[in-house]
């Protein structure tokens, strides 16, 4: 049987290989008034409140915008604040991509950034990027915003787990024995993840965090 019956098979249930320990996009919209305007770039389908705007470079049910996310056709300051969750990775140029987030803000709005730190190769159609918390902060100052809040959303289990992962994968191939193998040891390693709840605020977790996060205010 061919790895692609398996995937038609239970390929879809099988367990993330991160885990988020807290909810960081829910504690951000808590920062938000009643009627915000607040829009999600790369949302890939996913509606974090109904009233979100989404946008994004390929057609799902939910994109309000399709368009070349280094280049958005929407007026300057038109949201009060912006969500960019792992997205930034996959374009060409970050930097253009960060310009254009500020430049739809409005003065004082707030952006919510998260990136891939310790995460193996995975194409959305690409694949370009990795970000230390200094790096991010770097990053994300130098495009005019300052500081909430930074750390990790996905801890040092999540990148151990996904190295795990792949490492399998180097070993067998990426045939049937090494796919098998790969997936039943998601299912092994799902107790482990919750590891996370306790490191996740450990500054020595940053070292090697899957994945981090920056919120800021547009200044």
Known sequence: MAWVSLKQGFYKILPSLTFQPRDKVADTLKMFSEGAKICDIGAGGRKITPAVYTIDGFV??????????HNISLPDESFDGIFCTGTLEHIENPHRAISEIFRLLKKDGIVHIEVPFIQGYHADPNDYWRWTIEGLKLFCLKAGFSEIESGAHMGPTSALNWILNEHIICLLGNGFLGNVIASFMR???????????????KNFSLRIA???YFVGRRV
């Open 60 to 69: 799902t049910q939910n994109t309000d915008l399709v368009c070349d996310i």
């Open 187 to 201: 299912f092994v390693f799902i107790p482990f993840r919750y590891i996370d709840c306790l490191l996740i605020n």
């Open 210 to 212: 899957s994945g981090i």
